[in-house]
């Protein structure tokens, strides 16, 4: 069904081609019988008023026979009977009555009118009356619904493994509504284009990107925390690489290097000291735990951290530091340990 605006037609004109040619063929036996007579003004013709056309001095080509309605070339062309028809020419208005088997050119010639070369007839229904519009320029609107494909949406997921890609959304195909303007002048079509779309059905298919690291890029910094209502969630950073944790802690952090007093280069667990082992109360925190360490302001991202030493009690991580400066400069800061799943 095609909708149209209040000033126009309510059905889009399509060009049925074998539509056109069976018409053409019918016209053309039945002015055989009158030399006189040819085929060239066009009805623009809407809801369910069949199409026709009449006769005048040319004949035209086929371009010039406009179809809508049904698919069906063997349309009625004659009006419902006992039909109130007002008549729209310029700023001339006319009124008739429609009568049985009778076509809009034979109402036409009862009531005196002659369509000139170029004229075309819109026929609208209006309620229980017909309207008939003649001129030789017509724009109007009509809305058709099309079948669309679905569109494809590229995005990243915090979710998914750094550069694998997924469909985490199936695309479907669908229907638009698209509102076309065409445009008709000295009874010629001059352009048809769309104006708007709505309504559109489909779904779109969605591609999604993985970002989910279990390493950090040094100096990286977090950009912002997704947390689920377990405790768990994500860490969204800066370079845009994602973290997953387990649950977080509220700790006291100071620092440590090697060097002070009672400071090998050697952990508790073996291993060689270097930036990004930390001490902890392993009745705390256990031994070989990963965390992702920053201070509650977010200014000091030590970054992310394995508890390989102790030396500390309670709820406190000792940061290894390269230097003693940078212990001095980092001193004993409130901060957040998100414990990462490696």
């Known amino acids: 069904m095609i909708e149209q605006n209040k000033h126009s037609p309510r059905r889009w004109l399509r060009r049925w081609w074998q539509a056109v040619f069976t018409l053409l063929l019918s016209a053309v036996l039945i002015f055989e019988t009158d030399p006189q007579a040819s085929v060239n003004a066009l009805y623009l013709l809407s809801d369910s008023i069949s199409y026709v056309v009449a006769a005048a001095p040319e004949r035209v080509s086929e371009d010039r026979i406009l179809l809508t309605g049904e698919d069906n070339a063997a349309a009625d062309i004659a009006l419902e009977p006992d039909k109130k028809v007002t008549i729209l020419r310029g700023d001339s208005v006319q009124y008739a009555t429609s009568r049985a088997g009778e076509s809009i050119s034979d109402l036409l010639q009862r009531e005196g009118i002659s369509l000139a070369p170029l004229e075309m007839v819109r026929a609208e229904k209006k309620g229980d009356g017909i309207e008939l519009e003649i001129a030789s320029d017509f724009t109007y609107y009509e809305t058709t619904k099309e079948t669309t494909s679905y569109t494809t949406i590229y995005n990243t997921d915090y979710t998914i493994p750094k550069g694998e890609t997924r469909v985490t959304r199936a695309g479907q195909d669908g229907t638009i509504d698209v509102t076309y ?43 912002k925390v997704i947390e689920n209502d377990d405790g768990s969630g994500y860490l969204i950073l800066k370079s845009g690489d994602s973290m997953h944790f387990t649950h977080k802690k509220n700790i006291r952090c100071t620092a440590y290097t090697t060097g002070e007093p009672g400071v090998g280069t050697i952990t508790y667990t073996g291993t060689r000291v270097h930036v990004g082992v930390v001490a902890v109360d392993k009745n705390v925190i256990p031994l070989g735990s990963w965390m992702f360490i920053t201070t509650n302001e977010g200014d000091i991202t030590y970054g992310l951290s394995h508890a390989e030493d102790t030396g500390v009690h309670g709820n406190t991580v000792d940061l290894y530091m390269n230097s003693l400066w940078e212990c001095n400069e980092f001193g004993v800061r409130s901060s957040i340990a998100y414990f990462i799943d490696k």
């Open 181 to 223: 303007e065409v445009v008709y002048a000295d009874g010629a079509f001059v352009s048809r284009q769309a104006v708007a779309e709505a309504n559109n059905t489909s779904v779109a298919e969605v591609v999604s990107t993985g970002t989910l690291v279990t390493e950090w890029q040094e100096g990286d910094t977090i950009a």
